[in-house]
């Protein structure tokens, strides 16, 4: 079993800025993927970005100028920086991590782009 935690979300104007983190504990394997999703409403859940556990990253084509997913190996922590954001960004941010055993998610962190 793997158990995602994720924090940082939040309201911030447009044009700011919000990190979200996500720790992992559990049976994380040395070989995996983790990534960021978001769901606004009533729309379906889609990738902002992911990474392997070796560090590449990969992102959604609209999201890649303005987001970075990185992460801290040592804190099994996965991080999504966000800049320059719009009121569209509007969404819960769920982590997902796949150790090609299986697919974890988090519960989700409310980010909110409104002035």
């Known amino acids: 079993q793997v158990q995602l935690v994720e924090s940082g979300g939040g309201l911030v104007q447009p044009g700011g800025s919000l990190r979200l983190s996500c720790a992992a504990s559990?049976?994380?394997?040395?070989?995996?993927?983790m990534g960021w999703y978001r769901q606004a409403p009533g729309k379906q859940r889609e990738l902002v970005a992911r990474?392997?556990?070796?560090?590449?990253?990969n992102y959604a084509n609209s999201m890649k100028d303005r987001f970075t997913i990185s992460k801290d190996n040592a804190k099994n922590t996965a991080y999504l920086q966000m800049n320059s954001l719009k009121p569209e960004d509007t969404a819960v941010y769920y982590c997902n991590l796949n150790n090609y055993q299986s697919v974890y998610w988090g519960q989700g962190t409310q980010v909110t782009v409104s002035s």
């Open positions: 990474i392997t556990s070796g560090g590449t990253p």
């Open positions: 559990g049976s994380i394997f040395s070989i995996y993927v």
